[in-house]
């Protein structure tokens, strides 16, 4: 799961970027350590962000010169031009697998009161140490349910997870509900021989209805859909749930619409996941506050299992997205990304942060995976929860060192 770095492939990819084709506009296009094209198509120009990133702008942007332009640099760890930067709180999905195959009793409220880690007081030290204002929620549908498909919230459960939502909601940032399910339940996918569109949109109208007067509050339709069948039925489902949302009184909140492929952004458009999500509106057929949900790990092959990061994904996956979005006129929110707490991840990590930064008309912003419950990085390697030594907490090397919008932020903070 954390294998040494391939130094014979990254040898292999150095050779071939150098006969690469000119760099897309908005891609990259020099940097420390970058070996891909250093010379932009026609009509753009390669702009000097920062000593570790160059980039391909419209020459109408900047006027063309012989020389390398420099624009205002944006620091990779600054965020400042980032909406929302935060990170998920993990353990109400913990049961959950890709199937949508959820135990309830697996789930592990991230919360001292249920003998979880401190999640409020992780959350307190990011927003209050870090800078951070927005976390993401994830909780299994069935945990919601009490394992009936269709069913009314339950009471004991939805209290459970109601903690958290306040402990977070308290500490002013805003907050994702996020139904962890991967389009499923117990395997069967919704609106394609699963759960009927009217079983999901139930439960999200009695979930609107309790966080209709909340304005942090964000609703995460679901978590990473894959292998659909059918993306304009998936899209049907989407629109179920965001019709459910905005009746139920919820009229002004953020809905993020996820697409297939795990939410990939490096597939959203070409899987047809963005031309599908296109057509969802809100009853009134407007798309004001409809926000794409999009994910990006860095590592070997986009799992976001493996400790070593290799790549920024920008000009695979973050660069033609922009460029989609902004002729749509849309916007998208990465709400899952993350890297072990090394080296590599930091390069890559503050590039991909830049990028997004100096795209933020379009992107809205970042949730690292993960804090919660998840143990300390040398129990699980994406871990950014910060550990805690009476009322001091030390921030994970990636989080400190990039993924804080505070431009510095040190380990060693000191909070509640």
Known sequence: MAPKRLYSLGLALSALASVRAQAPVFGQ???????????????????VQDAYFSQCVPSTVIPTSTAPIVIPTIAPVSGNTLKYVGVNIAGFDFGCNTDGDCNVSGAWPPLTQYYG??????????????????????VGWQFLLNDVVGGTLNAVNLAKYDDLVQTCLDTGASCIIDIHNYARWNGEIIGQGGPTNAQFASTWSQLAAKYADEPKIL????????????ITLWAQSVQAAVTAIRNAGATSQIILLPGSDFAS??????????????NVTNPDGTTTNLIFDV???????NSGTNLECVTNNIDAAWAPLVTWLRENGRQALNTETGGGNVASCVEFMCQQIAF??????????YVGWSAGNFGPPSEYVLS??????GTTWTDTLLVSSCMAPIAGAQSGSTGQ
Not at 119 to 134: E, K, S
Not at 356 to 365: K, P, T
Not at 384 to 389: A, F, H, L, N, R
Request: charged share 10%.
């Open 29 to 47: 296009c020099g940097g420390i350590g970058w070996t891909g094209a250093t010379t932009c198509v026609s009509g753009s120009v390669c702009a």
């Open 117 to 138: 880690m401190n999640g409020a007081g992780q959350m307190q030290h990011f927003t209050a140490d870090d800078g951070y204002n927005i976390f993401r929620l994830p």
């Open 219 to 230: 609703f995460g339709v679901m978590n990473e859909p894959h292998d659909l069948p059918s």
């Open 265 to 278: 952004a490096q597939q959203f458009v070409t899987d047809g996941s963005g031309p599908a999500l296109l």
């Open 295 to 301: 994910h990006k790990y860095l590592d070997v092959d």
């Open 356 to 365: 997004q930064a100096q795209n933020s008309d379009v992107i809205l912003g």
């Open 384 to 389: 950014e929860g910060p550990t805690q030594v």
